[in-house]
């Protein structure tokens, strides 16, 4: 289909003409159409699966004890499940006393340096969920508290990190990908979200790059089979040029690597309490990726992807993907709950539980120069108080009492950031 989309899209004609030169380079190796339909009855048949296993056990996710993973006793069987879906739920991480008094502190600090009526100052700042049809979520934009912190930097959270980067085949073609051991810190944000919310979901998407993924050389290596015309030939695991690859510019785009997108859990919180929404297929980007490429869609379009936005998942294009969209099963304070880079996820429109669901967003982000380059920039932005530096530089940490100094990193906390 030729064509263009509407005047009032909101992409300057440089972005236009490099996804109209990509769409045609990609066509041009495969037959699109046919591929689109093989991958199309795979994933559906993938969502057959996990909403029969949804059905059967509770819940499609895996999930795991952490005594497990310290213990080097996690099953074969258990990691393929992991790979599959793309996401695991690691129960136990921290202690439940340890992770209910962080969300104590967290809200303590919130509310003696006056975030909220200071945000309501700041709003309109951060537009990078504008493309998502539900409003912003409660998302508090703090970065240094001290349980934060203390999350970040726990022996127990550089253990359950290394574990699922050991899950990744990190072979690059000069040497190691990323480094499995260790691990860079990616200061985000903390979600306290209260019940009866009706407002403050989020949509489903995807993270780690939009458009970016059709005209970026190192992203199109990644999925190379998938564009090639064999995307069961694709491995979601296999970290091959993920570290090399080049983000729009954009306040809230991940500058990092991340090996999984994860949160802990302050609070407890299930299905209908405003929690996480994933579609557990790992693999689930060749359908997002050959979709764009299909007749229907305008040549100087990607599915509505946008530069510096999320990748959004939308019900008129990727159905088939949604209909697999299920909540995570219920989590406890100290739980922790990871994701796949490229995974689909959602927040619930509505929040139907009793309690708040409170989380700390900590994700995985192995060294590798990429990462080490971010964590640098974000070193000089923790020691000022400033927001991190992928984020809107809304800044309220600066003359906030009680953050965190460098006096309370540790000394895997200060390798971590790069200091």
Known sequence: ???????EDPMDETIRHFIVKAKAELRGRQDVVAAF????EGMRREVAALLDEEARTGSAVPQIDFAAVQAGRVASQDRDRIRRRGAVVIRGV????????WNAEIGSYIAEN???????????????????????????????????????QAPEMAETKRFLNGL???????????DPDNDFTYADRTRRRRPGDSKLGLSPHMDAGSYERWVDPAFQKIYEAVFGGDWTAYDPWKATYRTQTREYASPAVCSMFRSFQGWTALTSQGPNDGTLQL???????????????????????????????????????HEDLLDGLVSIPRV???????????M???????????????VIYIGASPRCPKNEAYARKQAAAFLAGESAPDFAPENYEVDFKGRATLDDLTDLGKAQMAL
């Not at 921290?94 to 008094?101: D, G, I, K, Q, V």
């Not at 990726?289 to 869609?297: F, G, T, Y």
């Open 332 to 342: 406890e304070p100290g739980d922790t709950v990871w994701w796949h880079p490229d």
């Open 114 to 152: 006056r975030y909220l009526e200071k945000a309501q100052e700041k709003s309109g700042m951060d537009k990078y969920f504008d493309g998502l049809d539900a409003a912003r979520p409660q998302i508090f934009g703090l970065y240094w508290s001290k349980p934060q912190i203390m999350a970040r």
């Open 279 to 317: 579609v557990p297929i790992s693999s689930a980007i060749a359908y997002m990726l050959l979709r764009a490429l299909q007749p229907d869609v305008p040549d100087d379009e990607l599915c509505g992807a946008l530069p510096g936005r999320a990748l959004c998942a939308d019900p008129t294009w």
């Open 344 to 358: 689909i996820h959602a927040v619930e429109d509505v929040h139907n539980g009793n309690h708040e669901s409170n």
């Open 37 to 40: 339909a093989k991958v199309r």
């Open 1 to 7: 289909m030729t064509g263009s989309s509407h005047s």
């Open 168 to 178: 990744w085949d990190v072979r690059g073609p000069t040497g190691q990908e990323f």
């Open 94 to 101: 921290f202690p439940r006393a340890r992770a209910e008094a």
